[in-house]
């Protein structure tokens, strides 16, 4: 497609997404979806014996489900200002014989209504399977580092050791509230199904001659026919906004997963102990060729906050329809459904690009480890003197007042942490500085069950939802510009 | 308790909320869960085994469960500065034999964390229970009315009528919807459990040897003596504060299910057609002695757009968690846990006291209906003047014509719909007005299925749940001061 | 241009803005600033005595001032993946002589931020003159109804009569708000000048051989020939995010405005008192031709709606930036800025189009005071009886009986308001109905200083706004699809 | 006061807020401030020559201005359910002579409105004061640090270095946007002055016959005795809930700029080069002694992001307002125009005492600068190279695969930067190691202007801003728990 330069380009489009999920909320996809909600509603009533429509007729229509007259719906569509009138007149034009029997019935947001849910579902699937990957990249690189002892940090300020691996387990877990989430909303997930106007199915009910248990089944049928399993037991003329607060919810949540997961990452770069990876042809700053900035940990964040913060809209929505429905729902719906798949899309091709090739960098994790493991060592120095017959009171404070010391000395007088030579050379400590740095030696001890737990965590939980889904999300597309 | 007049009163406090959920956020609620969390430790070290704990130690923690020497504890809290310290000193006051191994090999988001989600999970519960009543109350507030027509309207225009009954089924399965949220909710409901520092353990891994299973084992113990199923299975210093989204979520849900609610009702008290319940002690407007305002209802929505803008906070602060903890959660989750729970709470009891009374104007309600009426009936018009022999597209546009002359003089000149003097006077309709006057007698059939709709909804769904949960309920206070 | 139906359309650009809003947000008016910024760097260099900028050179860029060669610089881009070195690359295959000293000493951020800044002033311009345009159409409409008396509305109840123009001042102060916020925000509004990678000009002051005087004079003489009173004083890489938040207030108060008012138009269209222009050849909703849905009034909230909330996303960005710059900010920016500006358009566009033709049914608003006006006159009423001698205290509470009563009458049996039948058949009050009916035949006077007040409004507050501004507004487009 | 256990205790209060704040907000001062509104009406009435108030009158309401009788309102209150009405009455009891002219002529949102007013005015100006605090601690602070070179970070990489001086700017360059826009809404602060109950003054026309011109005095003349400059020129019966959006998006502003000071000063802990304040009384983690935790830092965010989200919940309410006024806007005005101001008050006393005694770490700085320097410096040793006659072109390459190279083995091997000693052993370059290390001796130069930045605008532009408000601000307690 021709690029105008002359116009505001949505930036989610021309930048961010990928075309399988951008074509899902084009006008084709839009339109097609109203042909297979009308096919199923004309096979329904013919089915159940609805005189009026014939199985000739149903299968006219099947035969144009795909091939769209845009140009007869457009022009239409100018004419009488109304979309849903001028795709049933084109769809008319096509299908001669169906022309009568084409929306029979049925009031402009059962097209509207259950194409949007169709539209949803679809696009849902392709983000569970992006998820999927996502983890499973996750779950690789966790395996792989899940011994590999590295500062674990509270108030950014150095703690106590865990693992890479083990850190990345608090990433995947937080993707798997994402995916129940998605679960939980695929398995709610109801057609607006055959209402009316007002959700009495009146027209219906007239259509039936009064006969309730057919329209019942009418609701129920075409419902299948599209693919669900059932559809809103009640309706206004829409399906309820609530339900739309529960899809941004939902994809609001792999936001927040993806936004620490970055904000971490940006952080251990500057660290220099882990970052994204830099592609052989990508360019840093021309100026200043060794900067490796992490773009794309940059990005998603950016991307992540704006889908974090869409809920509230959907809300405001869902809580000001008045009765049976306004239409203050339908601009702001347009643009942010698809805005929300879109940036959850966006923040998902990044996640997996990143996590594809993370890089590690064990030497300078062990570096920041030594600098700040004395300090984290004193508990078990503290164990050591009172082993050795000293009293417990006397060397906490004795170590204390060490500690304290020498981060004084590393911060006023940039120097490395001393505290070892400090507590050898102190005649009250039962050891010399060679064998404090002797107990340090075993320090992977110190990160307690990290390794355990990591291991623990990819085979009892990960593994089996990984299996689960095998074959699902391995194809995923990942490249990327930045 | 004195109310103190110099300065600010939290009014969720003083004005809107339940004396129950009120407690569960108070300080007594707090320590008492955390004594609780000690004992549930120690008790399961004990039973593991674990020498250093005995039987008698956990039988004087037992015994002072309950009556926390506050005094104890804030004074030694303004010397140490620390809260969880101070109380491990207070409870060691009280229970000296147990006083060494009171929270041993924890840390203080050992006791933190796990209350947090005690009382998180027993506010819910109190949610749950006011969300069931003011399903319950809808439900027969729809029983009533299920047959009793009413303008259906999109766009605030009259549309097609609905029931009052079949219009409330729309807000129950809103509710519905929110019951669905809290249950799963409930289900995926986790201790935090005995993690350590960072989460690794360490410190349980050295008090059992090395042994990971028996770590394992603890962890799984104190979870289910706390009265959950499960912990996480990892976590960094704190749970993961993702899942305050989810509560959050949860909870907003209500808030705008509320909403669209109390719009709808004041809308409808405009009309006079139906409006919440007046006390008989309530005085009105001083000066304007007949007014009748929802003043209920817009105190919904107010608390409810509070409600309703809060999970942004949450979402927030779970992306910007850097590592294995940050303290930027601290402040803004004590304020906003309690501040989501409050106003949901404030919000369920304005639904339920309105829904018990709620007032309904038949007659003023077929007021309206007969002014639409003859609008309404135009398509019921039109059929039947083509039964009689007349042309489809001739009678269209002569309906047309004079629907839209109508509605005009209504507007333009304030005057009575006169639609149907208009159709009858005009020679080409081949009904007097009398006999079109005749066509509108059956109006209720012009409501479709929706009495039918209404009974079904209830049977079939609403009634289940009721059941499953009766003695939940029943006995809410709903007092309110207005 | 051709309309691509495969993938998604950003609803913004194809339904809803101006194409003037869009044009400043597309790549050609970036592309030809960012050779406006360096084109007035190489000139002020070569005006403050740099010898290696040449008046030759300088000529030869304006030459090319407009004339990009896209295909150039999106060849180069695809390459370097740097899209300022693109451009800088393309602008010196056309200006060989200055091809050395374009962009010198300069970072990205240079064109980038000053762009932005003067893309911004240029939209904001744009929206100025929407709302001064909307201003007009109300004052015009306030000016023609300022005597028309209404119902005012508290907790939508009737309260006290007001007038259709007086109630018309509100909107108009709402959006004098909004004028304000624009021309602070116009005062405020500075380049971000030239100020080197990390603010400190630290290249520029090599330039000119550490001669601090110069460098300031750079930057303000580089600032004016943007078109700026000046820069700011000092940034990081780029101009503070601090700013952006200003922006999007001040567009959203926009939003605020227009929502409050077409919520207002909405439910006068419901009481049938006044709307929103129909056109001619605007056909209603197909199946129910007499109704009048105010479509305009309602996109108007959902579109107000999402720019209502769109501050949140910058004040998240603006307070997450880290240093001198991460960049998070610019994904976000990228989408945000232009959403906010294209929505005020959107939303001003509507409001414009709304006040320009707004329809008033004086008969039917007559029809609603009537109703309410005998509780209006209760008041009046008192202080008639008490003149003649009645006791307040007893009047006052007759009053209220048959105030109350006559209210339940209207709602419970559907009839009209009999207060003052009933008040003149009652034999203590002395007045018969005929003349209590007398009472209110003044009942403009019931509106108090309303009219007086719309004229004072208008002549002294709005009239000196739009004089200032005469010639700024007059010729905005209104055409609208709806 | 006596602390309540039992229940919630809102944390604002009970933690984070000065008590002059928290006055502000009571009932006390509320109640206090009615009567002034009453006393100015009654003032101004008699002043016009209202014969129906006397000076007597007046007089006696003045006596008892301050010595409220809570216990008569409450009483009252209770039995009537109406607060205004309550007050006028016990300050009727009072007050026995003025008993029938409190209140003439007024709305209960009279005193409501314009007491909200009074207290907003109040509070900005406390929040100015403790602005005004942290601006000039700041400035000390950056003037102190004016020439002290750190490493510029740009995506969060060592990009160029600055002052630490020049980065305060920054933050205060912030702040002085936010006194902008705090002196901005003083500027357009207004009473809601003398309007009637929809805004029409109608019962001030009665009182003065029919004279426009008094009514318009009397409104003005009661603003001016409120304090106030004027009020505003139209209402409903509120004061426009527009007004709060300015006044929430005032006090976020102030969010956002300690949001991003806190970030990077917690950055900035955990490089060990600058810290907030360690009070000596303060003990860290007991088992981590030497942990310095940026506890205030971390405060700071949580409340900030707090205050930042707030301006969403005026703006839904302002945008929701309809006609004259709805009673939606009641209990979250109540909670969140108390909460803005209470939260911007903690953030602000966080601020100062940080920046009261904030930390610098001279040598810890040098040492990251030392470390990122020799990359720093490869412009200026190009510059040297081509000056020893080399290409440009051959030793760009060669420094950029050094560079890289110097990179890498950081990373990968943990070492230190040898990039300097790589390209002096490399004979291709013109010079040794020590004369490149000899090149970098000058690193100050690298900071190009910043010094000079700090000190031109704490002169040119801070220093005035102080001195127009010495006196404002110095005696701002700052004593805060943590």
Redesign the interface.
Known sequence: ?????????????S??TS?EM??L????YKFTHWRQCWIALAEAQHEMGLTAVSAEMVAQMKAHADDIN?EVAETKEKE???DV?AHVFAYGQQCPLAEPIIHLGATSQFVVCNTDLMVQREAMQLIRAALLRAIANLAAFARKYAGLPTL???????????TVG??T??YI??LL?DL??IE?WQH?LKARGVK???????????LFAGD?EK??ELDRRVAVKLGFEQS??????TY?R??D??TA?TL??I???A??FA??L??L??L??QEEPFES???GS??????????RA??T??????L??L???F??????????????????????I?QAF?LADAVLRLYINISDHMVV?P?????HLQEELP?MA??KILMACVARGESRQTMHELI?EH??A??RE??????DNDLLQRLGEDERVPFTTAELKKLLTDYIS?????E??TH??LD??VAPVLQTHAGEFEHRDVTLE?
Chains 1, 2, 3, 4 share one sequence.
């Open positions: 497609m021709e690029r105008n330069r002359d116009i505001y380009q949505e930036p989610l489009v930048r961010y075309r951008q074509r909320f084009s006008e084709r845009f009488i200002r109304h009138m674990g940090y509270t108030h950014y300020q150095a703690a106590q050791p865990v083990k850190r387990t608090l877990q937080d509230m129940d989430a939980h709610q009316g106007t007002v959700g009495t199915q009146a027209t219906f009910l007239e309730h329209v019942r809103f037991a009640v309706t206004g003329q309820p609530k339900w607060m529960k919810e609001a949540g936001g927040v997963s936004h620490k904000v971490d940006r952080l770069a500057n220099k102990v042809k990508q360019v021309s100026a200043m060729a060794y900067k490796r900035n992490p773009m940059e990005r964040c950016g991307l992540a906050r704006k974090m913060n809920p509230v809209n809300a405001a929505t869902a809580g000001s329809q008045w009765f049976e429905r306004t239409l203050d729902d339908s601009a702001i719906r347009r643009m942010d698809a879109l960098y030497k300078q994790i062990e570096r300090f004193t508990e204390r500690s304290v020498a981060a590393v911060k006023q007088n940039g120097r110190f990160t307690g069950r990290a355990a737990q623990e965590f009892e939980i930045v």
